[in-house]
């Protein structure tokens, strides 16, 4: 069975997805792919025009299907933890429940565009479970909240659309809105998860991922890690110090060795 990509990408973070794309294309199994599906929360037109001009040509030697959800919004760059930020990351969550509505989208991994991918990562796709999250080498204390989140939401599997976890989807977009509401302290869609994980723990069959496997964060382990995780520490210098500072604090791996899929 083919599985499918989910993204959510705005102008802004074009230049992250670029790295994103070219390093999933050139080290991945594309065969195994059905479609990448962009969450567009601000793309201009002639991204999406670029989008499938690149990825989705007939002519092109990647030939992937690109298929856009439309949200209706239009997000530019925002301040960490802005009003605006918080909101268009609700749409995640939001757009997932939606897009596992139609069965040809399942399975389906919704990832965060600031990664890059090294190896192929598709045989840790296992039907056997409803969902599979990812599971932090270190886990993370949210004190605010009492809560110790094992998980981090940069990577997630959804296989199957049933009741339950059609259910967890909405009580984790529910938990996020309440957070929102409380004017608890960001970020809100990682430890949301991390409760509801937690919840339907005994109802859903879930499997847990390694983070230094498929969102290793910062530091590249060799023979290990599959995709890299170039997350934020939260400083903003604008689109273009956002995007040196993510790659800049990726270690034990080369800046020339990530910018070379800019290309």
Same mark, same amino acid.
């Given at each position: 069975m083919k599985y499918n990509l989910l993204i959510m990408l705005n102008d802004p973070y074009f230049k992250l997805a670029t790295l994103f794309l070219n390093s999933f294309i050139k080290n991945s199994d594309t065969s195994k792919v059905?479609?990448?599906?962009?969450? #567009? +929360?601000?793309?201009?037109?002639? %991204? /999406? =025009?670029?989008?499938?001009? &690149?990825?989705?040509?007939?002519?092109?030697?990647?030939?992937? #299907? +690109?298929?856009?959800?439309?949200? %209706? /919004? =239009?997000?530019?760059?925002? &301040?960490?933890?802005?009003?605006?930020?918080?909101?268009?990351?609700t749409y995640k969550t939001k757009s997932l429940l939606e897009i596992i509505k139609k069965e040809n989208n399942l399975p389906i991994i919704m990832i965060d565009t600031d990664m890059l991918v090294l190896k192929d990562f598709s045989h840790f796709i296992n039907s056997d479970y409803d969902i599979q999250v990812c599971k932090r080498e270190f886990e993370s204390a949210r004190n605010d909240i009492q809560l110790s989140m094992k998980y981090i939401a940069s990577f997630l599997i959804i296989n199957k659309k049933n009741e339950k976890v059609v259910d967890f989807l909405k009580d984790w977009i529910a938990e996020i809105e309440s957070m929102i509401q409380q004017k608890l302290k960001p970020a809100y869609e990682t430890p949301s998860m991390c409760k509801m994980i937690e919840k339907y723990r005994n109802v859903l069959k879930i499997d847990e991922l390694n983070e230094i496997n498929i969102s290793c964060d910062k530091k590249y382990v060799e023979n290990e890690t599959y995709i890299i995780h170039m997350k934020s520490v939260g400083k903003e210098e604008g689109e273009h110090g956002n995007f040196e500072n993510r790659v800049n604090n990726v270690k034990n791996f080369s800046k020339k060795e990530i910018l070379k899929y800019l290309d």
């Open positions: 059905n479609k990448i599906i962009i969450n #567009n +929360i601000g793309l201009s037109n002639i %991204n /999406k =025009k670029l989008l499938k001009e &690149k990825y989705s040509n007939t002519d092109s030697k990647t030939n992937i #299907n +690109i298929e856009f959800y439309e949200t %209706n /919004k =239009k997000f530019g760059f925002s &301040k960490m933890h802005s009003a605006e930020w918080l909101e268009s990351l």
